[in-house]
């Protein structure tokens, strides 16, 4: 299991941006994808971004593309969520997770073995 902890969630107006960070430990951070799901109330959670061990290959749910950007800094055991042009059904609590196996992107929940307390993103005017 690795620990994940997540930050930056907030308060946010439409249009408006945040950046989430995961702080990991416990693994080997440099060899297991990273990934980001969220859940709205009443939601199941969801997909939200993916990005491999090296840093490269991002995915992304169709919902985020072109707004939101996932990396990762290997150095620091670090993987950021970069969210623009935020919109009201952007909100709800973000979740890190890293992948089950090392060395493999996935982009369903099943593939994820460890998870973050996950942190709040509000779009509210």
């Known amino acids: 299991q690795m620990q994940l902890v997540e930050s930056g969630g907030g308060l946010v107006q439409p249009g408006g941006s945040l950046r989430l960070s995961c702080a990991a430990s416990g693994r080997t951070f440099s060899i297991y994808a990273m990934g980001w799901f969220r859940q709205a109330p009443g939601k199941e959670r969801e997909f939200v971004a993916a990005?491999?061990?090296?840093?490269?290959?991002?995915i992304y749910a169709d919902s985020v593309k072109g707004r939101f950007t996932i990396s990762r800094d290997n150095a620091k055991s670090m993987v950021y969520l970069q969210m623009n042009t935020l919109k009201f059904e952007d909100t709800g609590v973000y979740y890190c997770?890293?992948?089950?196996?090392?060395?493999?992107?996935?982009?369903?929940?099943?593939?994820?073995?460890?998870w973050g307390q996950g942190t709040q993103v509000t779009v509210s005017s």
């Open positions: 997770a890293a992948a089950k196996a090392p060395l493999v992107l996935a982009r369903e929940a099943a593939g994820f073995g460890s």
């Open positions: 990005i491999n061990w090296g840093a490269g290959s991002p």
